[in-house]
């Protein structure tokens, strides 16, 4: 049985490798073709930006894979030894939290890395060492204290439930809902400054929107997200009436009022179709497979291990595995947001009114140039990693006439100079 769990582990690393292998050899070839959507310089720029994550994304998984056999065979055990506690509450806390710190400090490089080397360079950083300094501390004690509220929840389920797989995923999946609802709120006292949007005209207009999709709402803020990132990007959060609609100063700065309705009409398009549930109800049935899967190991696999079949072993193999289903659901779950966004689409440009699919092809050209999204892509990588259509795609299904595309680069795609 564990031959077969490493063996499994393997092939998930693997094929994280080859997709981003195949997308690198991709984007080095189409990025020297003809510039699409961009102008010749960004589009050079945005291949490199996209072969610099991949290349991260490789390292990444190269070192997810030997911390992955270093907890398999030794790293577990040595926790399990280092704790001596009585209770077994506080011993199964103490265990899957400093399991879960120790990979978090792990982490810290890549982290530093893509924030003030990759981001840097490419003009995406606008964050001080001291921001990101007390970011991540807060992210830690923010970690240390829920997590071990919610370890501590589980090993209650575990030690008081025969079915506690069963009960522990209806326990975890409240906590995504609750995160969900609660994400804003968080994020304005510990992280961003949201203000009221100040602009009444386009306050009216966004309300008026709203009202036509039925979106209730506390309220339009902006968001101080250019003290960090020059990305991008807008959100709504919560639910009921504590629902909020947060727009990045970026995005203010960036789009026109027209452009700006037109993607605030595509995230209400996701409300209308209720898009948000469905997305919810995906991440449930992966989360209901992994505890079903984990719930029911053979006793011979932590014999193998030769760990005790505690629930703090149980809770640090979930988390070990849980990125290997994630993976293998993604294809799946971007089928379904794929098409999500396309309906989205289609209501966005009309909720915006007379020439709505114009503005929004806009907005969508404008995202990409300034978030430096190359906008081709392997096919495979397409599959395994993208919730969005490619944007050339999204911009055909609005009727936009987007050229011939040089489809050369996919005989280069398996060539990539790693």
């Not at 030997?66 to 009585?86: D, M, P, Q």
Request: proline letters at 3%; a neutral charge.
């Amino acid at each position: 049985m564990l031959t077969l769990i490493v063996a499994i582990y393997t092939l998930f690393v693997l094929l994280t490798i080859y997709t981003s292998v195949m997308q690198i050899g991709y984007v080095n070839k189409a990025k020297r073709g003809t510039a699409v959507l961009l102008s010749s310089t960004d589009f050079l720029k945005a291949g490199d930006y996209s072969i610099a994550k991949e290349k991260m994304s490789i390292a990444s998984a190269f070192l997810d894979y030997i911390v992955f056999i270093i907890w398999i065979g030794l790293g577990i055990k040595y926790l399990e030894s280092t704790f001596f506690f009585a209770n077994e509450a506080l011993m199964t806390i103490s265990v899957v939290m400093s399991f879960i710190v120790i990979n978090s400090i792990i982490s810290l490089p890549f982290g530093y890395y893509e924030k003030f080397i990759l981001d840097e360079k490419f003009g995406f950083n606008k964050s001080s060492m001291g921001q990101w300094i007390k970011d991540t501390l807060i992210s830690f004690i923010m970690t240390l204290i829920f997590g071990s509220l919610v370890v501590w929840g589980i090993y209650l389920i575990i030690a008081s439930f025969t079915l506690w797989w069963l009960w522990s995923f209806i326990f975890i999946f409240g906590v995504v809902v609750l995160i969900n609802m609660l994400y804003p709120a968080f994020r304005a006292v510990f992280f961003d400054k949201l203000t009221p949007l100040k602009d009444e005209t386009l306050d009216s207009e966004i309300k008026t929107l709203m009202d036509k999709t039925g979106f209730v709402s506390s309220g339009v803020f902006v968001s101080d997200a250019s003290k960090r990132d020059s990305r991008l990007n807008a959100y709504f959060g919560g639910f009921g009436k504590a629902k909020k609609v947060v727009l990045y100063d970026t995005l203010i700065e960036k789009l026109s009022t027209k452009e700006l309705l037109a993607v605030l009409g595509h995230e209400l398009g996701h409300f209308a179709h209720g898009d948000i549930y469905k997305n919810i109800a995906l991440i449930g049935g992966m989360l209901f497979a992994m505890f079903a899967i984990f719930g029911n190991l053979p006793n011979s696999l932590y014999f193998e291990l030769g760990l005790s079949q505690s629930p703090y072993v149980i809770m640090i193999l979930l988390m070990l595995f849980m990125p290997v289903l994630g993976f293998l659901m993604m294809p799946i779950m971007g089928i379904v947001s794929r098409h999500n966004e396309y309906e989205a689409d289609k209501m966005g440009s009309k909720l915006a009114g007379v020439g709505g699919e114009i503005e929004l092809a806009n907005a969508l050209k404008k995202l990409v140039t300034e978030n430096k999204s190359f906008p081709l892509s392997h096919p495979i990588y397409i599959f395994f990693h993208y919730t969005h259509p490619p944007v050339l795609e999204r911009l055909k299904e609005l009727g936009i006439d987007v050229g011939e595309l040089d489809k050369t680069a996919l005989e280069a795609s398996c060539q990539a100079n790693i």
